[in-house]
């Protein structure tokens, strides 16, 4: 069992729908959360990043934690074509240490 | 600031051959990486480096060799190349300290084909 999962997708979704990616995870230890957005043939670029539980929010975008679930996730709300992109989740036991990566879920928003 | 830079773009090697993936960044950052990309693998790290001179093996070392001789620069070797190897590789760069230190910095990827 992989230490995180995350659904390979794809999801395709119309326009201005709210979108709701998650990643699970078997590790308790996991206090940093960050997802992280890879347009096609592009590297990654943090999106968002959360310390142990609770959200975060951050204009159309909000990051939720819950630790006893073992379970995050990305809100995308009134999602637009420009956001069809691939999400990566990632999490760390410490601030500073490597990262564990979800595979990415491939995020299709239709005109 | 060009960021993160790595060369080449686009790479065809044959079985037994060897190469260098280079990567650049102009930020000052400490801490340098090396990712594998495969479909539905996520990224896995292959090396990291904390600082000039100092290098450690990630989660899939073998194959490949790093140094880090000046902060900027960090290529990776590939000694013998293997079909296994096909991938696209990302290096990363961060600061060890300060406000943007989770934040890792992706440059725009390396695509190589083993045959």
């Known amino acids: 069992q992989k230490e995180v999962e995350q659904d390979p997708g794809p999801l395709s979704v119309p326009e201005g729908a709210i979108v709701s990616l998650n990643c699970t995870y078997s590790?308790?230890?996991?206090?940093?959360f960050m997802w992280y957005r890879q347009y096609s043939r592009k590297g990654p670029e943090l999106l968002m990043y959360t310390y142990s539980s609770g959200n975060k929010e951050d204009g159309r975008f909000t990051a939720q934690v819950d630790k006893s679930s073992k379970y995050i996730s990305l809100f995308i709300r009134d999602s637009q074509p420009s956001d069809s992109a691939t999400y990566l989740c990632a999490m760390s036991a410490r601030s500073n240490y490597q990262l564990i990566w979800g595979a990415g879920t491939k995020l299709i928003i239709k005109p | 600031n060009a960021g993160v830079t790595q060369t080449p773009k686009f790479q065809v090697l044959k079985t037994g051959q060897s190469m260098t993936l280079q990567c650049a960044q102009d930020?000052?950052?400490?801490?340098m990486s090396w990712y594998r990309q495969d479909p539905g693998m996520g990224l896995r790290l292959i090396h990291y480096?904390?600082?000039?001179?100092?290098?450690d093996q990630g989660e899939v070392p073998n194959g490949y060799n790093v140094s880090r001789s000046t902060t900027e620069d960090f290529p990776l070797r590939l000694l013998s190349a293997a079909p296994s190897q096909t991938s696209v590789y990302f290096c990363a760069s961060r600061p060890l300290a300060g406000e943007w230190k989770e934040t890792q910095y992706f440059g725009p990827g390396t695509r190589l084909l083993v045959l």
């Open positions: 590790n308790s230890a996991f206090q940093y």
């Open positions: 480096s904390v600082g000039a001179g100092i290098t």
């Open positions: 930020m000052n950052h400490e801490y």
